[in-house]
């Protein structure tokens, strides 16, 4: 990760902080979070899934159409959440299984969410048009979002 974007990641992380800080709507704060990663980043698509049954199934997001219902452990989503692990992916075409909602998707990172007892809530999940998009500083950047969205859900 180059270090414009480095900054740009700390400025959207203080910036979903206090566009969430006063408000208890879960649906409200993942939408306007999935707008802010959208509007800051250079990615096509910026999102969240929940986990519903044995699905992931779509919530908030901006970008392009997407898939709405996911199994658990099929795809990147699918398999971040069954595994409950950050998956950085450089070339989605290379990923057993993947799930091509939109064939612009090159690259995806895909983070679990966790309510307060460690349960997994679901995942926020990023796709870039670019290969090799994302890496570990990507992924503990995100963390710092995902950790403030796992607060909001906390709250209510």
């Not at 698509?45 to 049954?53: C, D, E, K, N, T």
Request: a negative charge; one cysteine or more.
């Amino acid at each position: 990760m180059d270090g414009g974007r480095s900054e740009v990641y700390r400025a959207v992380a203080d910036e979903v902080e206090a566009i969430t800080a006063g408000e208890g709507d879960w649906i409200a704060n993942l939408a306007n979070i999935a707008a802010i990663l959208h509007e800051r980043l250079p990615f096509f698509w910026a999102g969240f899934y929940r986990v519903v049954g044995d699905e992931l199934v779509l919530g908030p997001f901006q970008g392009t159409t997407a898939c709405i219902r996911i199994p658990k452990g099929k795809g990147v989503c699918g398999a971040a959440w069954e595994r409950d692990e950050v998956l950085v992916v450089p070339d989605v075409r290379n990923f057993e299984g993947h799930i091509a909602c939109n064939s612009r998707s090159k690259s995806e990172i895909v983070l679990p969410i966790h309510l307060p007892g460690g349960e997994v809530w679901g995942v926020l999940d990023i796709d870039s048009e670019e290969l090799n998009d994302f890496d570990s500083d990507d992924a503990a950047a995100l963390v710092d979002v995902v950790e403030i969205v796992e607060g909001v859900l906390a709250r209510g």
